[in-house]
Structure formats: C-alpha cells, structure tokens
C-alpha cells in the first residue's frame, strides 16, 4: 500500500463494516502517527431485528465509537441516511464530498461497491449504493462547479484525493501487514457486543476472533503468508 499520505477517511454504510477486517490497517496508520477519520451514511438502526431502529441507532453508534477508539479513530460522523435503502444519487454523493472536504483525505477507504463479494454471494444495496458513491465522490470533491452550496458553507474543493482503497473485494491488488494489530482488529470489532450476540450464538469473542482470523487469512494466502487486510487501489 502507499504510504506517503497522512490523513485517510474511511466511508461506509453501517457501524460494523470497518470491524469486518479493515480495522487491524487502520489500527496499524494510526500506531505510525497517521490521521483517520470515519464518514457513516447511517447508524445501522435497521441491524438489529430485536431492538426498535431508535433505540438500535443509539446503541450502534455508542459501540462504533468505542470500536473506532480500539483502533486509535477519534472522529466518527453519521450522515444520517436511513439504514437498509439507502439510495444512490446526488444527495449521497454530496454528503460525502462534503465529508471529504471537511477531512482533506489524501486516502480515501469504502468497501464493496461491486454486485457480489465473488462469485454469486450477493452484495447488500447499502453496500453498492456508498461504495459507489464514494469513488464518484472522491472526483466530485475537486470540482468547484459540483454542488457549489457546499462552498457557500465554507467547503472549498478538494482535489488532494490519490487513492481510493476498496476493502472487502474479489479483486485485491495491494494489503497491509497487520501481524501486530490483530488483537486490536478483534478487540474493535467485539465492541460491537450488542450485534454481535444477535446474529451469531457463539460466544462474542469466539466470533469475533474467527471473523479476524477468516479476514487476515484471505489476505495473507495471496500476500505473503502474513495476515493481511488487503484492498483493491483506484489511484486518481
């Protein structure tokens, strides 16, 4: 991966799709002194089928900041789209140069954006619709003459963007060495407690630790043998 960058933004649909592999990178940029900051299109409040969304979006954005704080992330914003239909189109895309504009990212992170994961295991529309929307984004956020309202709110463009690193793909072509930050990655994703024991009747630090162990070890039978959190680099 390129490492001659300083600030990174990660933007991504829910709470929770970062722990789901990507945390023991970001855990590892921060260690070396690096700046990341998380951009939420929404709080996950349709995630948990026991909790009403209003109370569910209180809880998943309590533990998605106590996730990013295991990672050493300090700035976590929520951009308020509704969980489950999010929609591709300008208004996401605005939201998100303006999250872009704000942070001043030479790194740019999202997940998934393609139909599937590989293969025929379907991708979520949430997924498609902000992974997608980020890469257009990320173009957007230099052109004065897209979403000029922005500028009005002191949002001046940026066109500082170099890379946007896709996490989660079928098409990997860089990875990060994350040997010293696997603990960190399960940590954070095990912050997510309340989700976690919704969706699986394991133990939460037995699926937590499996989670990691499956994500790192993808990476690492393509890229060296080491655990790994890989990407697919768009250089811009």
């Known amino acids: 991966m390129p490492t001659e960058w300083r600030r990174a933004l990660a933007v991504v649909a829910h709470p929770d799709d970062l722990e789901y592999g990507v945390s023991g990178a970001i855990a590892k940029w921060t260690d070396e002194g690096r700046e990341v900051s998380y951009l939420l299109a929404t709080h996950g409040e349709a ?11 209180e809880v998943r954005e309590r533990e998605q900041r106590a996730a990013a704080d295991a990672v050493g992330v300090s700035t976590v914003e929520f951009l308020e789209h509704r969980d489950g239909v999010i929609e591709y189109g300008p208004a996401l895309r605005r939201d998100i140069v303006a999250g872009i504009r704000r942070h ?6 999202t997940i998934n954006h393609r139909d599937t994961w590989g293969g025929t295991a379907w991708n979520t529309p949430d997924h498609r619709a902000v992974g997608r929307a980020t ?5 957007d956020a230099g052109n004065r003459w897209i979403f000029t309202e922005l500028i009005d709110d002191g949002l001046l463009p940026w066109d500082g963007v170099r890379w946007v690193a896709v996490a989660a793909t079928s098409s990997p072509t860089h990875a990060v060495d994350v040997s010293d930050t696997v603990e960190r990655a399960v940590r954070s994703l095990l912050a997510h407690r309340t989700y ?17 162990d499956a994500a790192t070890g993808a990476g690492a039978e393509q890229f060296g043998g080491v655990p790994a959190v890989a990407f697919e680099l768009f250089a811009r």
Do not use: K, M, N, T
């Not at 001043?104 to 992170?109: A, D, K, N, T």
């Not at 890469?135 to 173009?139: I, K």
């Not at 699986?200 to 499996?210: F, G, Q, T, V």
């Open 47 to 57: 995630g948990i089928d026991a909790l009403d969304p209003a109370d569910s979006a």
């Open 196 to 212: 976690v024991e919704s969706i699986s009747d394991e133990s939460p630090e037995d699926y937590c630790r499996s989670v990691q």
């Open 104 to 109: 001043r990212p030479e790194l740019v992170l």
């Open 135 to 139: 890469l257009d984004a990320c173009g």
